[in-house]
Each structure stands twice: as structure tokens, then as C-alpha cells.
């Protein structure tokens, strides 16, 4: 399993989600993005520091 605590790229947010795979978290992060942070694209670089910031969760 991997995690992703979006705290860890933004500042204050206290969101984490939880996959069985990269494309997972970022498939709920994309959504997340969009509706809580109000992006309308998510941009490269920050897709970048998402994937750096994924852990492996036991």
C-alpha cells in the first residue's frame, strides 16, 4: 500500500489518501486538486513533488 499526505506538498492540508498504487493516489489527488484547492489543472510540477512525497504504508 502507499500513502499521501497532501500536507507534505501544501501547506495546512490535512488530507491523506490511500492506494494500492501511485496511479491510485494520484487519481484521488487530481480529484482532490481540483474540488479543495480549486485548480483546474494540476500542474507537472506539482504532480512531481506528489510522486516524491508517496510512502510505502504497511
Not at 502507499?2 to 507534505?8: L, V
Not at 486538486?33 to 483546474?40: E, T
Amino acid at each position: 500500500m502507499k500513502q499521501f499526505t497532501c500536507g507534505d506538498v501544501v501547506a495546512g492540508c490535512p488530507r491523506t489518501f490511500t492506494a494500492t498504487d501511485s496511479d491510485g493516489i494520484l487519481t484521488q489527488v487530481n480529484g482532490h486538486a481540483r474540488s479543495d484547492h480549486h485548480l483546474a489543472d494540476v500542474p507537472a510540477e506539482l504532480v512531481g513533488q506528489v510522486l516524491l512525497a508517496i510512502r510505502e504504508i504497511a
